[in-house]
């Protein structure tokens, strides 16, 4: 058995003469030893492409640290601390069918573009991403989920990591909204969490939602003068339906602080983090194609002959656009008042056919308009649009969200319009400032694809839990501020 110092140096250094010599001799060949450890790895690091693919234990790990201001083609922070190994991911639910709408866009588009992830068929050796609205029916997903960890990984759950991804339109994987209070809005993916947290641990249970907010009240307040509908609202001051100086932000229903809800024992981070939509690649593949054609680098630079654009008609009969409606109407009607260039009207392809394929219509009227603007559903808050129209190099205005996407400031690479009248007023304001207006369209877009590509977010949640991109936390202070634990 080895025991002293200078043994280990002997052994270590392969040295016959070491225990005659003593120490120092010992001395000297643990320093060459370390010399050469050292080399090694140095030679190891200049050609870490050439590692293979390793399974890395995220409990364990630095945080990732979020690539900003990389314009045209971003690539992820060269500090980044996992370039030398590409990570295993298993997507969920399998699929044999065409791949679409967020299962397409955001999760295999973003696992295919990034450096550092990489799409496997074994589900041992990865992370999960869980796409939970297309797993199942109703309230069935917890059940597919669950069966499917036991039958692919039987009872080896130690070290998973899973991935929630719920971009439903209310939450909670419901396709039945009316049946949510307060007290339920969470209670279906609180009971799945908690099992999870059961078999892997609740630090390894990521999940993001796009819904953070419940009781939005948008749907009686543009379209019915009488107020018909409105009536079960408590505050008085509400029930002027069709003011045009009404304020946004009294509608965008209660946030829910997760943080202070069951559902925080049994997620990462002690909440559920904020999913918002990113860039979409094909869109982005599309806008690029037409700039080529146009011997153009940079959209920024075209001319562009319409002054304002909203991708939605005047008379939509959907059920939950009555604001897109009210907003399609607002817009016209600066025609006359101002002598405006508005358009307000779809262009291409609408609904799961527009969130699945890009229709050149809609690329061209991105391109030749010198505005977009964007709003919500009545009852719930994202979509593609934002990202879409950033990335046209437009200058993009939009109603209040709950929560802006990361970097997203009013005034400076966005505008945020507080009523129809404000809307108005902005418009004509940036219509005749057109410095000012390029100069927002610019930084919009610059930000857009420096942080908010598919491939960001999925590296995100990978290997930061959601933390840095794609989840708002509110500060001491109560204004919305990112913070990123390193």
């Known amino acids: 058995m080895i025991r002293s110092q200078s043994e280990i140096f002997c052994a270590l250094a392969m040295n016959r003469n070491c225990y005659r ?7 000297a060949s643990v320093i060459l030893f370390c010399f050469t450890l050292f080399h090694l790895r140095f ?12 399974h890395i234990d995220m409990a364990n790990v630095f945080q990732y640290v979020p690539a900003v201001d990389q314009g045209e083609n971003p690539t992820v922070n060269s500090h980044f601390p996992f370039k030398r190994y590409p990570t295993n991911v298993f997507i969920y639910p399998r699929s044999n069918k065409v791949i679409k709408g967020e299962l397409r866009h955001i999760i295999h588009d973003g696992i295919a573009e990034s450096k550092y992830l990489n799409a496997t068929d074994d589900p041992m050796e990865s992370v999960w991403v869980v796409d939970l609205l297309r797993i199942g029916d109703g309230h069935l997903y917890c059940d597919s989920l669950l069966d499917s960890l036991w039958e692919l990984r039987g009872n080896r759950m130690d070290g998973l990591q899973l991935i929630l991804l719920d971009y439903s339109d209310i939450g909670d994987w419901s396709r039945d909204h009316y ?20 078999m892997v641990g609740a630090d390894n249970v990521t999940l993001s939602r796009r819904t953070h907010a419940y009781n939005r009240t948008y749907t009686c307040f543009f379209r019915d003068p009488e107020c018909h509908g409105c009536q079960y609202l408590s505050n008085e001051d509400l029930h002027n339906c069709y003011s045009d100086d009404a304020p946004f932000q009294e509608r965008l229903g209660d946030v829910f602080e997760f943080r202070k809800r069951n559902i925080s024992q049994y997620v990462s981070g002690k909440s559920v983090k904020k999913a918002f939509y990113p860039v979409r690649s094909d869109l982005l593949g599309k806008i690029n194609d037409a700039m080529s054609n146009r011997s153009l680098h940079d959209p ?8 304002v654009i909203h ?40 609904k ?113 839990y959601g933390m840095a991109l794609s989840s708002p936390f509110l500060d001491d202070f109560g204004e919305l501020a990112l913070k990123v634990v390193y």
């Not at 030679?43 to 390793?54: G, L, P, R, W």
């Not at 920024?300 to 002054?307: Q, S």
């Not at 008609?313 to 009210?326: C, H, M, Q």
């Not at 016209?332 to 291409?348: M, Q």
Request: aromatic share 12%; proline share 2%; with cysteine.
């Open 300 to 307: 920024i630079d075209l001319v562009r002959n319409i002054d």
């Open 311 to 350: 991708f939605w008609n005047v008379d939509e009969t959907d059920p939950f656009a009555n604001l897109r409606s009210r907003v399609s109407e607002a817009l016209l009607s600066l025609r006359s008042l101002a002598n405006i260039h508005a358009v307000a009207r779809k262009h291409g392809y609408s």
């Open 179 to 198: 049946e949510y209070t307060y007290s339920t809005f969470d209670s279906y993916s609180t009971n799945c969490t908690k099992l999870l947290a059961a």
């Open 43 to 54: 030679i190891e690091e200049q050609n870490h492409h050439d590692v293979d693919t390793i």
């Open 21 to 27: 010599r003593g120490y120092l001799l010992g001395a």
């Open 352 to 464: 799961n056919q527009g969130r699945n394929y890009v229709a050149d219509e809609y690329v061209t009227a991105l391109l030749s308009s010198k505005m977009v603007v964007v709003c919500q559903r009545d009852e719930w808050e994202g979509h593609y649009r934002l990202m879409e129209a950033l990335i046209s190099g437009a200058m993009v205005l939009t109603d209040p969200m709950v929560y802006l996407p990361s970097g997203f400031k009013n005034g400076k690479n966005i505008i945020v319009y507080h009523s129809i009248n404000d809307l108005k007023e902005k418009v004509i304001y940036f219509a005749s400032n057109e410095n000012l207006r390029i100069t927002i369209a610019r930084k919009g877009r610059e930000l857009a694809l420096s942080r908010h590509r598919s491939f960001h977010y999925m590296e995100d949640y990978v290997f930061n």
